[in-house]
């Protein structure tokens, strides 16, 4: 038993939207009993077609026949081009000789674009993005191209690419920068019409494709925006006001400071005699006082390592002053560890605090030891006052270092830029140089020559850590004000 098939024409064309295909399929049953034979159509364009009728039935021998008529809709799903589809013979008694005929239909290209450029007003200073959605809604491939144009020829269009591909049934999404022939560096916007043409290929355009023309506005804005030419005044009226609040420190120096003009910062050698307790006195315990020829001479050595300071050090001579905050001063005091003298708070007049016990004790004391006590007081004030007496000096930049008068060769530093370090004294004996941190700044603070220090190479601020504690350069903070502001006093 056996099924014959034949397909006529085998190959075939269709428009999409337009009269459908004909084909013909004829079937003999070869077999010696009467047979009936289902019929479907199998391939991507089934959904499109009908055969009539769909079963045959069939005495030995006998023939028959089946129309098939396939009709495509116009839409891109129907790919332009060749395209095989198959009518499926099956015997109902026998299915296993079931049997495929086959043949190919080509579906014509038909062509269809919209396009949309969003938003259709752009602005602004240098260039702008033009971005469009072109929908392809034909059967086949287009290669748009996009073309601006704008009547007065102040604009340019820059494209990335000369053309875009968009497949069938695909939307794609091309950009035009479009950008101003003249820059303009202010002045109010500028409105420039413009129209950009979505063009698809010659042949797209013989089977319906039509070029889109797209309309739109681009805004010129100045270079400078107008904000800043608001500002640029504001910072001018700044900057004069800050000068103005600069004067006050100015006079404050002039007052503290001479004229220097520096060559260099550099700090040669000078040789100072050392003192206990690391190059300066750690105590003020009672001593008996030398005699009087010792004390000429070394008044005489004192007077002659300030001139050694003011000429030899390469920094000019500074102005003597004791540096104080409430009745506390900054004082030298020897390292008991062996590391370098540190920077502490005593008090102004450490004797006011025993005077009254004192003044009682000198009525039960004949003339002499009263006599011998007034000069060892006197002998410790001035030492205290030696140790408390700071040299400023101001350099090129309006900056200043701190160079204590108890031991010449030194200057006042914060060692490390850790948050509340204890300031120190570095020995610049060697000829080294002037370091960052080695520098500070006065800002005033108020009336009377009170003034905040300020570490040049941090920024922190020297403060009060009360009576007896090392002086500590810690952040700048208005709640701190009390302990970091100081008195600037002419050293007599």
Known sequence: MSVWTSLEPTTGTVAPGAVAATFTLRVRNGGDTVEEYQLSLVGSLSRWSQISPEKLRLFPADEGSVTITIKVP???????????????????EHPELSDVAEGTITVTPFGELRAEMN????????????????????NAPLEIRLVGKDDEGKLVFDGREPSTQVPAGVVGTP???????????????????????VTPPEAAVATGAKPALLRGTYIQQGLVPKWLLFLIPLLLLAGLLAGLLYLP?????????????????QLPSVSVPQLPGGGVQATFQQQPPPPPQQQQ???????????????????????????????LALTVLGNERGGPPLAVSSPLNPQQQNVNQQNQNQQNQGQNNQNQNNQNQQQQL??????????????????TAILPAAADNFVLQQPNSNNNSQLSLQDLSGGQ????????????????????????????????????????????????????????????
Not at 382 to 399: A, K
Request: proline share 6%; hydrophobic share 35%; glycine share 8%.
């Open 119 to 138: 938003p259709v007003t752009v602005r602004g200073r240098l260039s702008a993005l033009l971005r469009f959605t072109v929908n392809n809604r034909g």
């Open 74 to 92: 116009r839409t891109s799903e129907a790919l332009a081009g060749p395209t095989p589809f198959g009518v499926r013979v099956v015997p109902r």
């Open 249 to 265: 420190f100015t006079n404050l120096q002039s007052r503290l400071f001479p004229a220097l003009n520096l060559p260099s910062l």
């Open 175 to 197: 950009v035009l920068r479009i950008r101003p022939r003249r820059r303009r560096l202010t002045g109010k916007p500028q409105r420039y019409p413009f129209a950009v043409t």
């Open 297 to 327: 001479q070394q008044q005489q050595q004192g007077q002659q390592q300030r001139q050694q300071r003011g000429s030899g050090t390469g920094l000019g001579q500074g102005t003597n002053v004791l540096i104080s905050h409430s009745e």
């Open 433 to 492: 140089q002037l370091l960052k941190n080695q520098v500070w700044i006065l800002r005033p603070a108020g009336s009377n020559n009170v003034v905040t220090i300020v570490n040049s190479q941090t920024g922190a601020c020297m403060t009060d850590m009360g009576n007896g504690q090392p002086v500590q350069a810690s952040t700048c903070q208005s709640q701190l004000a009390p302990a970091q502001e100081w008195q600037l006093t002419a050293a007599s």
């Open 382 to 399: 001035q030492q205290l006052r030696r140790l408390q007496t700071w040299s400023l000096v101001r350099l090129q930049d309006g900056s």
